[in-house]
């Protein structure tokens, strides 16, 4: 018979390797699973994955108004990166990825970072809202 650890351990293996669980995701990874395909190639004028001439302007706005503003969506780009099960924490590192790669240095987000994320997401739904 296995102990106690050995079986936890094994199915703790067994779980991070199954498909669809709701882990969480390094920003870097994301990158590659959401963000990519449109910041590889510049789609729709997307800033490319280390062009820090085009991310520059962007990294100015700072990390809480560019993230808020790129996960309700902005410019040429959709909600979330398109994904719409992507949290604001997943976007979040995934856009410090890109920036810190791209000429800035940003950290994840601390849950203060995090809550002035979300109170500016809601401020930018708001302001999209009196638009329409």
């Given at each position: 018979m296995?102990?106690?650890?050995?079986?936890?351990?094994?199915?703790?293996?067994?779980?991070?390797?199954?498909?669809?669980?709701?882990?969480?995701?390094?920003?870097?990874?994301?990158?590659?699973?959401?963000?990519?395909?449109?910041?590889?190639a510049?789609?729709?004028?997307?800033?490319?994955?280390?062009?820090?001439?085009?991310?520059?302007?962007?990294?100015?706005?700072?990390?809480?108004?560019?993230t808020?503003?790129?996960?309700?969506?902005?410019?040429?780009?959709?909600?979330?990166?398109?994904?719409?099960?992507?949290?604001?924490?997943?976007?979040?590192?995934a856009?410090?990825?890109?920036?810190?790669?791209?000429?800035?240095?940003?950290?994840?987000?601390?849950?203060?970072?995090?809550?002035?994320?979300?109170?500016?997401?809601?401020?930018?739904?708001?302001?999209?809202?009196?638009?329409?």
């Amino acid at each position: 018979m296995m102990n106690f650890k050995k079986q936890t351990y094994i199915l703790a293996v067994a779980l991070l390797g199954a498909p669809g669980l709701a882990l969480a995701q390094s920003g870097e990874s994301t990158y590659k699973q959401v963000c990519a395909a449109c910041h590889g190639a510049g789609v729709l004028n997307a800033p490319k994955f280390g062009d820090k001439a085009k991310w520059a302007p962007l990294i100015a706005e700072g990390q809480v108004t560019l993230t808020a503003h790129g996960y309700v969506g902005v410019r040429g780009m959709p909600a979330k990166g398109g994904n719409p099960n992507l949290s604001i924490e997943g976007f979040a590192d995934a856009l410090v990825y890109m920036v810190n790669n791209s000429g800035g240095n940003w950290k994840s987000p601390d849950v203060k970072t995090i809550a002035a994320i979300n109170k500016e997401v809601e401020a930018r739904k708001a302001g999209l809202n009196k638009k329409q």
